[in-house]
DNA sequence: TTGTACGCGTTATCAT
DNA sequence: ATGATAACGCGTACAA
């Protein structure tokens, strides 16, 4: 009964141990009562919840996650959020992640982190049962994989040079395939003069496959490649942005005349090439047809609506967590999910004549 | 004694102590080597170090925490992510805070969760010096704000009903100022029959106050307002969407033929608007005017570039980190800083007649 | 059903 | 320069 009332200077420093005290209890009852415990009468427990709510008592979830062998808890890694292609994901890993009963974090890792270092870290810190690494690209990972001792999984990343297939699982699409598809559907089109907007060569990202199914997709329409119509992205400006598709397109425009199409490895690319256009007073597709790939909301919603990839973003979202799942529970050990990417024939293209 | 001697599977569970038995020395050396100590000899310190990378060791973060006093870590809270009107902001946060050599933390906070609840609890976990609060309404937040012992800031965030201004900072934009601009001009072009898409009149958002501005300028200009011109955002889609601005839009414009201009609160709407209104066989702006508001880049992209107010992001991120550290070295107590937006007059918008 | 005491992994204090 | 040890705040055997 001996509340302690009034003159709180340090609400912030009350502990456990002060809550048991005025309730007259010991912690283990506190501890009982807020963690839903079930050896605790229904009446000591509303009091003590009481006493809590009072005195805006909230546990540490330092010294939680210290003492807590295991959490229940799966951490989504995501490099920069920039990207509104993740947006999605990121909605449906949550949901899907509460309907196992488990909670879900969100960490971002900074664009000069190591992704699999703040996992390590991030793992021992939370205690987690699963990691998600969504986006990304690893390229030397391998030694670093074997030190995450939990499940986890690349959802829409690239693995690039030889990390064995057998250390990790994964839910991607098949960026050179998809690549090849966009540009052959080009090719079919008529098009024979096509640029590419895309990450400069010693760049290893998504970029990169999609460069290589173009290059495939030319070659196998007896095109010859020209280098004048490898739109590299800028350095300076920020990868995969419309402003970047905006700067590339208004260089390299006037001195591509030629060029009737342009495939865009991403749609925001496309979307800064399409203003260049404009502003050079030509029309798409009737001057220039241009290709996107992603299938971001935008690109429905753009004038013209762009042609594009769409990758099925909500189901590899769930194939993601349910893959994830299986392997906590042990049934299998990695998985590796390639889905196949829609390709959707709007506004943007035309057939050449 | 009771040491560990039973077959290491765990690579995992490798802590300080393990490392110092490794070294021959006692833990607070190895303390010392990891932190940067001064009081420690160059050479131990790089044996040390070798070790622990040697071996693969990664600190606790959750006992970090909970032994070390304080932190020099800033955190900027943000309710979903899915406004990328946040995006540069948060960069410029990242920036700020690094130059003031204190570290960073991104955490979503959930649709549904509390968000000066979840600062409450992240305060004590991690030992913060400051908050930001990026985005995100508080109505009835007083009491809880109290809780929280750090400096805070509410950046771009509406503080709805009496919240006492002396408790705590902020940064933003007028809103109903900004809105009255925007409606003002449009009845500077000649329009007098505005819709406006916004959320619906039980949502306490920024909605709320740009409906407002909206309202004034209309009886300024002498037009009486009409409720078939409030085109409320539907619930059962993702509010502030270009989803949503497209549903709302396709179902009310036929009904409102005498529409001649549609001011949108946030960009996304505005788009979402325009296809609506090509779907329909109508033309922007040459049969309707429309108008966003936030200035995000797919406004200066789209076709035709939207007629929105920019709020000067950059600035007010910057702003928002500056306030915080003055807060943080007691120089000030709080600030509120209003700033300016501007309309860009842009294509999708014209004179009538 | 409830309470005591110990340990989680680290840093701070105070010795040496 | 280095080391032993006491916190940090909580959960949980184990005892009552």
């Known amino acids: 009964m001996k509340q302690r009332t009034m003159i709180d200077q340090k609400p912030d420093k009350i502990t456990i141990t002060d809550i048991a005290r005025m309730c007259g209890v010991g912690v283990t009852t506190v501890s009982r009562a807020m963690n839903n415990h079930p050896d605790i009468s229904e009446e000591t427990k509303a009091m003590i919840m009481q006493v809590i709510r009072d005195n805006h008592y909230v546990p540490n979830n330092s010294a939680r996650n210290l003492k807590r062998s295991a959490s229940k ?144 997709a030319l070659e196998d329409h007896g095109i010859t490649f020209r280098e004048e119509w490898a739109w590299y992205m800028r350095e300076d400006i920020e990868g995969f942005s419309m402003d970047n598709g905006y700067a590339v397109t208004k260089h390299r425009l006037s ?32 001057d220039y047809s241009v290709a996107g790939y992603d299938g971001l909301d935008i690109s429905f919603y753009y004038n013209p609506s762009l042609t594009t990839i769409r990758q099925p973003v909500e189901e590899m979202a769930e194939e993601t967590i349910r893959i994830l799942f299986d392997m906590i529970h042990k049934k299998v050990k990695h998985t590796h999910r390639i889905f196949p990417a829609e390709l959707l024939a709007r506004a943007s293209t035309r057939p050449l004549l």
């Not at 993740?86 to 890792?109: A, D, G, P, W």
């Not at 060029?259 to 007073?281: P, Q």
């Open 73 to 216: 808890t799966i951490a989504v890694l995501i490099k920069g959020i920039t990207n509104p292609f993740f947006n999605h994901m990121i909605k449906v890993f949550e949901k899907e992640i509460q309907k196992n009963k488990y909670s879900f974090i969100l960490h971002r890792v900074d664009e000069n982190q190591d992704e699999v270092e703040v996992a390590i870290e991030l793992e021992k810190e939370k205690r987690l049962k699963g990691i998600v690494f969504l986006g990304g690209q690893f390229s030397h990972a391998n030694e670093k994989f074997k030190q995450i001792t939990v499940p986890f999984i690349l959802s829409t990343g690239g693995v690039t040079s030889e990390v064995g297939s057998e250390n990790y699982s994964s839910v991607s699409v098949d960026d050179f395939k998809e690549s090849y598809k966009m540009v052959d559907y080009l090719c079919g089109l008529g098009h024979r003069k096509i640029a590419i907007i895309t990450s400069p060569p010693d760049h290893v990202d998504v970029g990169t496959l999609r460069f290589e199914g173009y290059l495939k």
């Open 255 to 286: 001195a591509n005349p030629d060029v009737t199409a342009i495939f865009a490895v991403a749609d925001s690319l496309a979307i800064g090439a399409c203003k260049a256009i404009f502003e050079d007073g030509k029309r798409v597709p009737e």
